[in-house]
């Protein structure tokens, strides 16, 4: 039977100790990182850690040792962010640190991405993401990135306090055809539908599929603003992108 | 490096997505009262402006922040609270078309005392809000919260249909966010759940040992010997009574040890059934956890009322006792209780114990994880059970009464929802528990009603007048336990009724008061009978159990509920007590709620009760032999009969 001291990496050993108390959950999280080589081990302590050059570095170094992509993620990424879970269930970790190791894990994948098109495995789709102009609020824009790129999608995230010109160039920089847009004020919400008719005199409203999505936004706000679609969380965010790259295929 | 198979590739996809969305939930539930900007430091993340920001020193790359959680955050944000509200308001409005004839309507929505039109849209928060009662909710009336439970007492149909956010609500149960008006023609009748229930707290003042686990030393604040905040200017802690029907909070300041603020209010689980086997059922459908839950939000919601009022710091909260039965502490723990509704009838924790799995049945846990909104390396301590439904409120008693230490015969007898008796006799202490259901706290029977306003709470017989005394002297709408035990005895003195709950003349029904209408019929009569005989049997059997006679018992301690209300000369007459020299009947309030808190002065209390638990012998009544026997016996208003 696996002991925690069969952990190699010591700040992982730390984390269990310190953070998860229920046994089986215990258990599998030693089954888990004792059994993986200790290089990956470091790549999980560093998702934890939320120590995004870290896991850049060592993800990197990882695959030119030429250790299995999957591998990777299985005992490197996956299984840091899984303590991430349980830190945060258990309120000991809060959602500024959740996206610090979100973005951690976007930093490794960034070095499997090429092995994967190599694969002939490609990104589900391509979404922009930004809160809109005269808006800093991003946690709920931020949390929806995490979610669509865990579902496989490409994400470009624009930052807070984007303007319709701002959408427009990165629509056609990247050739994306989602465009999702986020509002926290109700003095805000209007430069959704303002970015929509930007969109509309370019001439580019039929190439790309417009979600929205706000504390203050509701359904009928957004089909007021002329967008296609409306989502209440990050979850159903992804849906919805999936759902628009489904009809755009067919 | 090989190509990886995508297939495989698809499955680390679910995975991560399912980690992924438990994060995003659980979000939701964190951010409904803590600001999602705030890093595990109290430090702000965010970019835009917030008056609880407090500026960048030159050391820093983050502000503090100074919000002690107790205001909704968004409300701090620079952002216009106002515009949510008319954002709101108008789209509510455009989904009514002003031309609708039935907006001008016959129909009325009301509450105890209050009358307003019937306008179809409205919500009924909105009509609390118009008839200024207290309704709690934490999301902002979007239906997440589901604190602001109702109960709608007439006009269900004339409401909209239940949202997918009231699916565990169950029959005359809604969101007051959630129930709009739908039909304006007819009435619609709802109350709010916590109204201000005459309950008792505590009233002994016996002088405490002090020796709690939370002290000060110097700018540092211990918890035993862990280190766990930096001293703000305060040290408390929460003595929660958690009863099936009622809850009592206190405030208790640690360092004086003395009780600051006291609250109580009707135990928010009700629409998960009146009893706790009712509760059990509950927990095992479809909406397991929401009792949970649902109490967890009520108690929160408490916690920042005594913020508010006392002034306090909710993060200078640093221990919480809880004593309940079994079944009530378990759900608030979040513990699986079915093993409770089945033979044998035990908590988890207790076979635990019993197995040798624990050393004992009381219960450490953080805060946190119970997301308690105290400081956040607060600990609760569940009281330990005795055994079987016998729980932490009767170690309480036990407690303030230092049963234990007394000599002679000494009686316990717990009235509530459930009814526990502890005897004490020579060096052997037995304990039963008696499900006395709610007959006597309003439920089940026609004008029974808890201890609110307008209850009748007791009455008596002279020259052939029936005379009476309500709560509040006000006109009477019902009849509360202490009011039915005294009707009970007052119909059986003057020969009104038999023992077997037949009224003279045969008649359907007694009339209590003729004008407004209350009467007591046959078949209240018959359940009062049942949760009589649950007491009876409890104090019949354990009396019996150890050899001891009423005349040998030199106290009986009665405590509750209502017990502080009833007339013990009315109760011995009907057998709802023991016949003791009523001398001898010493009434003690809420000794629970005494007990809590000097259990959470005291770590030796703690550690000396277990002591007295072990030896306490639990009975179970139904596997008497002839128990049945004595059930039907004490069905009867007649006083306990010993050989």
Redesign the interface.
């Known amino acids: 039977m696996v002991e925690l001291t069969d952990i190699q990496n010591t700040s992982l050993r730390q984390e269990i100790t310190e953070y998860v108390e229920k046994v089986n959950e215990r258990q599998h999280l030693i089954q888990l990182y004792s059994k993986a080589r200790p290089d990956l081990q470091d790549i999980a302590a560093a998702i934890v850690a939320g120590d995004h050059e870290t896991v850049d570095r060592l993800t990197e170094k990882a695959l030119q040792e030429e250790i299995q992509a999957l591998e990777v993620m299985d005992d490197g990424l996956i299984a840091g962010m899984a303590l991430v879970g349980i830190k945060f269930r258990e309120n000991f970790i809060f959602v500024p640190e959740v996206l610090a190791c979100a973005r951690a894990m976007k930093a490794g994948m960034k070095h499997i991405e090429p092995i994967l098109s190599a694969s002939g495995i490609k990104p589900v789709g391509k979404v922009i993401m930004g809160t809109v102009k005269g808006d800093l609020h991003d946690i709920g824009k931020n949390l929806c990135i995490m979610m669509l790129r865990g579902a496989g999608f490409e994400v470009i995230d624009l930052g807070v306090d984007t303007s319709s010109d701002d959408f427009i160039d990165a629509v056609e920089e990247y050739e994306a055809p989602i465009v999702g847009m986020s509002a926290l004020l109700t003095t805000t919400m209007p430069n959704m539908g303002k970015t929509i008719e930007a969109f509309i005199d370019a001439d580019l409203r039929d190439d790309v599929k417009f979600m929205v999505g706000g504390a203050p936004v509701t359904p009928a706000f957004a089909d007021d603003m002329g967008a296609d679609a409306y989502g209440d969380s990050a979850v159903e965010c992804v849906d919805i992108a999936k759902r628009f790259v489904a009809t755009a295929d067919s | ?6 297939e ?2 698809e499955k ?2 679910a ?3 399912s ?10 539930t ?2 409904l009262t ?1 600001c ?5 430091d109290d430090r702000c ?4 402006g917030c008056r609880y920001k407090s500026p960048i020193k030159s050391d820093e790359s983050l502000p503090q922040c100074d919000s002690d959680d107790l205001l909704d955050y968004r409300s701090a944000w620079d ?2 609270p106002e ?2 509200e ?3 308001q108008q ?1 509510q409005e ?1 989904n009514l078309n002003p031309d609708d004839p039935r907006i001008t309507s016959a129909g009325t929505v009301s509450t105890v005392h209050k009358t307003l039109p019937a306008k179809v849209g409205k919500t009924l928060f909105d009509y609390a809000d118009d008839f200024q009662l207290s309704v709690p909710s934490s999301c902002g009336r979007m239906g997440q919260c589901h604190e602001c439970i109702i109960e709608i007492t007439e006009g269900m149909e004339s409401l909209c249909p239940k949202a997918e956010t009231e699916a565990f609500l169950s029959e005359s149960f809604r969101l007051a966010c959630q129930s709009s008006v739908q039909h304006s023609d007819k009435n619609i009748c709802f109350s709010v759940l916590s109204r201000s229930p005459q309950i008792l707290t505590a009233t002994q003042t016996a002088t405490l040992d002090r020796d709690p686990t939370v002290i000060r030393k110097g700018n540092d604040v211990y918890y035993q010997d862990e280190l766990i905040d930096q001293f703000r200017g305060g040290i408390f802690g929460l003595a929660i009574d958690l009863g099936t029907s009622t809850i009592v909070m206190e405030l208790v300041n640690l360092q004086s040890c003395e009780a600051i603020y006291t609250c109580s209010f009707e135990n928010p689980q009700r629409f998960g059934g009146s009893d706790v086997m009712n509760r059990i059922s509950y927990d095992a459908g479809p909406f397991r956890g929401k009792l949970h839950r649902v109490l967890i939000n009520t108690l929160n919601d408490k916690i920042f009322h005594i913020a508010e009022q006392t002034q306090i710091d909710r993060r200078m909260i640093y221990e919480i006792v809880l004593v309940g039965n079994p079944t009530m502490r378990d759900l608030f723990f979040n513990l699986d209780v079915q093993s409770i509704g089945q033979r044998p009838y035990k908590s988890s924790m207790e076979h635990a114990f019993l197995e040798g799995k624990r050393t004992t049945t009381a219960i450490t846990s953080l805060t ?2 119970l ?1 308690l909104a105290v400081n ?1 390396n607060a600990r609760v301590f569940g009281a330990p059970i005795i055994a079987s439904h016998v729980g932490g409120d009767i170690v309480a008693d036990l407690v303030t009464l230092d049963l234990a230490v007394q000599t002679g015969t000494v009686m316990l007898v717990d009235v509530g929802t459930n009814t526990e008796v502890v005897l004490k006799s020579g060096n052997r202490m037995v304990t039963a528990s008696c499900p006395a259901g709610p007959a006597f706290e309003g439920g089940l029977v026609t004008f029974g009603m808890p201890g609110y306003e307008g209850a009748i709470e007791s009455i008596t017989y002279q020259e052939d007048q029936l005379t009476y005394q309500t709560i509040g002297d006000v006109k009477p709408t019902g009849i509360c336990g202490s009011g039915l035990i005294d009707l009970l005895a007052t119909l059986r003195r003057s020969e009104q009724m038999t023992p077997m709950g037949v009224f003279a003349d045969k008649a359907q029904a007694f009339t209590v008061v003729p004008e407004p209408r209350i009467t007591l019929s046959r078949e209240d009569a018959s359940h009062l009978a049942q949760a009589k005989a649950a007491n009876y049997c409890g104090q019949y059997i354990l009396m019996r159990s150890l050899g001891v006679t009423p005349e040998s018992i030199d106290k009986l301690y009665l405590a509750g509920g209502f017990a502080n209300y009833v007339d013990p000369e009315s109760a011995i007459a009907i057998g709802f007590l023991a016949p003791v020299d009523t001398e001898r009947i010493i009434k003690v309030g809420n000794s629970a709620s005494q007990g809590a808190k000097e259990l959470l002065l005291s770590q030796k209390k703690r550690q000396d009760i277990e002591k007295v638990i072990a030896q306490i012998e639990h009975i179970e009544l139904e596997t008497t032999a002839d128990f049945f026997e004595i059930f039907v016996d004490g069905c009867q208003f007649k006083p306990m009969q010993f050989v």
């Open positions: 490096m090989d190509k990886i198979d995508p495989e590739y680390r996809v995975r991560i997505t980690l992924f969305s438990d994060i995003v939930k659980h979000s939701e964190q951010s803590r999602p900007y705030k890093n595990k993340t965010a970019s835009f952002t216009h515009s949510y008319k954002m709101r789209l455009t946190r994880k997301r956040k």
